[in-house]
C-alpha cells in the first residue's frame, strides 16, 4: 500500500475508530516510513492544539442581554410602539418632530401659492371659422359697435377684461365669479337731444330715398340716430363681420357707422319684427316732423308735452326692444320726482345681445365709457343696465 | 459533556424537567437553561466566527431563537444537540452575512487555487506583521491556530470545531450535521490535513 492510502487513515487512527487489522497495518507501516510517522506527528499535534484552544467564556451579563433581546423582538401594542418611535428620546424627537411639522407646513403653503398663482384663466376653445357675431363674447359684440375711442376707453375702464372674469379664474385678489355674474353691463344712452340732426337722418333714409344703402359718412363723424326709419336687417347685421378696432372710425358710434361697415350686398329683405319696428319707429318720425313743422309757433305747453312724450318714448322703446329680443325688464329706477325711469336694468338672451345693442343704437346714442360687465360666455342671459339721457 | 465538552449526565436529566417548566410559565426555567449552555454555545460561536463581537451576538440569537421555538423542541434528542444545531445555523447565516467583512481583516499568504465553490481565500492567516512568527506566544498561536480555522471552508470549519475544539462525539455531530459517518469521516480528515500544512511550524 502505497503512503497516500496510509496518510487518510491518519483522521480515523487519531480518533481510534479504525478496526484491529487496518490499524495493525498502519502502524507496521510508520514503523518503517519515517515520512508517515512524522506527518502522523503533526497531525496528531495540530488536533490536540485545536483542543486545547482556550474556552471562551460568555459576557457577564449575557443572560440580561439575552432578555433584552427576547423582550425587543417581542410584539407590542400599537400604542407603545408609536409612543417610542415619535416621542423617546423626548430631547431629540419632539424638536424634530415640530420643526418637520413646520417646514411641512410652510412647504405647504408654498406649493398652494404656486399653484394659485399658477392657475390662469380657463381656455376656451376658439372654433376654426369666423364666429357669427351672436356667438361672440360680450366684450367682442360690444367692440365690434365701438369706435376706437370708446375702444380705448373700455379698456381703460376699471373693469377686467372679460377674458379674466371667466368663471372659475382664480386669480388671486379677483372677487367670486358667482359676485361678477351678477354685475350688469352699464352704458349710458342718450335719447332725443339732437332731434334736428336725427330727423335729417331719418330723412334721408326714408322709405323710397336710400333705403338699405349705408350712408356716406366721414370717419369720425358722430351720428344721432334716434328716429332713424329703415333698420338693417338682423341677418345681415349679424351675419357681417366684427369690425377690427384698427378699421374703425373715430368718433361716437352710431348706427350709420355700423350700417356704414355693413356690406351693401348683405342687406337682405327684413324680417317681418324689423318691419314692424320700422312701421313704429316711421310713425314715431312723422310725428316729429309735424312737430317741427308747426313747432315755432307752438305754445309753450305743447312744447312740454312733446318733450315729455320724447322722454316717455325712450324708455317704452327700450322696453318694446326687450320684448323682441326675449328679454325682460327687471328693475326700473326713477328719478325723484318723475314718473320717468332714469335707468333700467334689463336681461338679455345672451344669443340676441348683438341684435339688442343694434336696436339700441338706433334710439340712441352712446356717452362715456361702456362697462362691460360679467362675463356671460358661458351664461344664458347677461345683464344690461341702460341709463337714459 | 465533560472536560473536553461532554455534559455530565446528572445535569442533562434535570432539562427536560426546565424546558417542561418554562413551557408551563416558569421563565426562570429557561433562565438556567441559558446559565448552564452559555460558554459552551459562545465558545462553539467564538470559534466558528473568529470574532468576539460577532460571537455574542449569535450566541444571543441563539438563545432568542430557542426562547421562541422551545415548544417545538421534541426530546428525542439532547436539548444540547438541538441547540447547538441552532448554534451552527446561526453561525452559517453569519459567516455569510460577515464573509466580506472578514475577509478585509485579511491578506491572503499565497494565491491557492479556487476552489469548486468559489471560495478562493482557503489558505489565508490574519497579518501578525513581519517578526510575528519569532515572538510566538501561547495567545498568539491561539491567534493563529483561530485563523486557520477561519480559512476552512464552512463544512469543514464546523466539523472541526464541533469535533476537535468542542468535543462532541461522532455521533452528536451527524446529529447537529446532519452528515453520515462516511461523510462526516471524510471531511474531518480533510479538514484536518489542511490545518496541519496551515498550521506547519507553529504547533
Not at chain 1, 212 to 240: F, N
Not at chain 1, 279 to 294: G, M, P
Request: hydrophobic share 35%.
Amino acid at each position: 500500500m502505497e503512503c497516500s492510502r496510509f496518510k487518510e487513515l491518519f483522521s480515523d487512527h487519531i480518533d481510534g475508530t479504525l478496526d484491529e487489522q487496518t490499524r495493525r497495518m498502519l502502524e507496521g507501516h510508520l514503523a518503517v516510513c519515517e515520512h508517515c510517522a512524522e506527518e502522523l506527528r503533526e497531525l496528531r499535534a495540530c488536533v490536540s492544539a485545536l483542543g486545547s484552544l482556550e474556552k471562551v467564556q460568555a459576557p457577564a451579563d449575557f443572560l440580561h442581554r439575552v432578555h433584552e433581546r427576547i423582550h425587543r423582538g417581542e410584539p407590542v401594542s400599537w400604542r407603545q410602539w408609536l409612543k417610542e418611535k415619535l416621542c423617546f428620546p423626548v430631547r431629540v424627537k419632539l424638536p424634530l418632530g415640530a420643526a418637520g411639522l413646520v417646514m411641512t407646513a410652510l412647504l405647504v403653503m408654498v406649493v398652494y401659492q404656486g399653484t394659485r398663482q399658477r392657475t390662469g384663466p380657463v381656455p376656451v376653445p376658439v372654433p376654426a371659422q369666423v364666429p357669427e357675431p351672436s356667438a361672440m363674447k360680450p366684450q367682442e359684440q360690444l367692440e365690434s359697435r365701438l369706435d376706437d375711442r370708446q375702444q380705448l376707453a373700455l379698456r381703460e375702464s376699471p373693469a377686467p377684461p372679460l377674458s379674466e372674469t371667466a368663471a372659475g379664474s382664480g386669480a388671486p385678489g379677483s372677487p367670486p365669479a358667482l359676485a361678477r355674474e351678477s354685475r350688469p353691463m352699464r352704458l349710458t344712452l342718450v335719447i332725443g337731444h339732437d332731434e334736428r340732426r336725427g330727423r335729417a337722418f331719418a330723412q334721408k333714409e326714408r322709405p323710397g330715398s336710400e333705403d338699405d344703402k349705408p350712408a356716406e359718412v366721414p370717419r369720425g363723424t358722430s351720428t344721432v340716430a334716434p328716429e332713424r326709419k329703415t333698420l338693417a336687417p338682423p341677418a345681415a347685421s349679424q351675419s357681417a363681420p366684427p369690425a377690427s378696432p384698427s378699421t374703425s372710425g373715430k368718433g361716437m358710434i352710431s348706427s350709420r357707422s355700423k350700417a356704414a361697415e355693413t356690406p351693401p350686398g348683405e342687406t337682405g329683405p327684413a324680417d317681418t319684427r324689423l318691419e314692424r319696428d320700422d312701421k313704429a319707429l316711421r310713425s314715431y318720425a312723422r310725428d316729429k316732423e309735424t312737430e317741427s313743422a308747426v313747432g315755432g309757433t307752438a305754445p309753450p305747453d305743447a312744447q312740454r308735452k312733446r318733450e315729455t312724450t320724447k322722454a316717455s318714448k325712450g324708455p317704452a322703446e327700450i322696453r318694446m326692444l326687450v320684448q323682441q329680443v326675449g328679454g325682460v325688464v327687471e328693475t326700473a329706477r326713477h328719478r325723484d320726482s318723475s314718473s320717468q325711469p332714469e335707468s333700467l336694468t334689463v336681461r338679455i338672451p345672451t344669443a340676441s345681445l348683438s341684435r339688442f345693442l343694434d336696436d339700441l343704437l338706433r334710439i340712441g346714442r352712446l356717452r362715456g365709457p361702456v362697462e362691460p360687465g360679467a362675463d356671460v360666455s358661458e351664461n344664458a342671459t347677461i345683464l344690461v343696465e341702460i341709463t337714459l339721457e | 459533556m465533560s472536560e473536553d465538552g461532554k455534559q455530565p449526565a446528572v445535569e442533562q436529566h434535570d432539562e427536560p424537567a426546565w424546558i417542561k417548566a418554562f413551557l408551563n410559565g416558569d421563565r426562570s426555567a429557561f433562565d438556567r437553561l441559558v446559565l448552564r449552555h452559555q460558554n459552551r454555545v459562545f465558545s462553539l460561536c467564538y470559534r466558528m466566527l473568529g470574532d468576539y463581537e460577532d460571537a455574542d451576538d449569535c450566541a444571543q440569537e441563539t438563545f432568542v431563537k430557542v426562547y421562541r421555538s422551545l415548544k417545538a423542541f421534541r426530546f428525542d434528542s439532547s436539548f444540547s444537540t438541538w441547540l447547538y444545531t441552532i448554534a451552527v445555523n446561526t453561525c452559517k447565516n453569519k459567516l455569510k452575512s460577515a464573509e466580506y467583512r472578514r475577509r478585509q481583516k485579511m491578506v491572503p499568504i499565497d494565491d491557492p487555487p479556487e476552489e469548486s465553490g468559489g471560495r478562493k481565500p482557503v489558505r489565508e492567516l490574519e497579518d501578525p506583521g513581519p517578526t510575528a512568527l519569532t515572538r510566538l506566544a501561547d495567545k498568539e498561536r491561539e491567534q493563529l491556530v483561530q485563523a486557520a480555522i477561519d480559512s476552512l471552508p464552512e463544512d469543514a470549519r464546523t466539523v472541526v470545531v464541533l469535533r476537535d475544539v468542542q468535543g462532541l462525539s461522532y455521533e452528536e455531530v451527524i446529529r447537529v450535521t446532519g452528515y453520515n459517518m462516511g461523510t462526516l469521516k471524510s471531511k474531518l480528515a480533510r479538514a484536518r490535513m489542511q490545518l496541519r500544512q496551515k498550521l506547519k511550524g507553529v504547533v
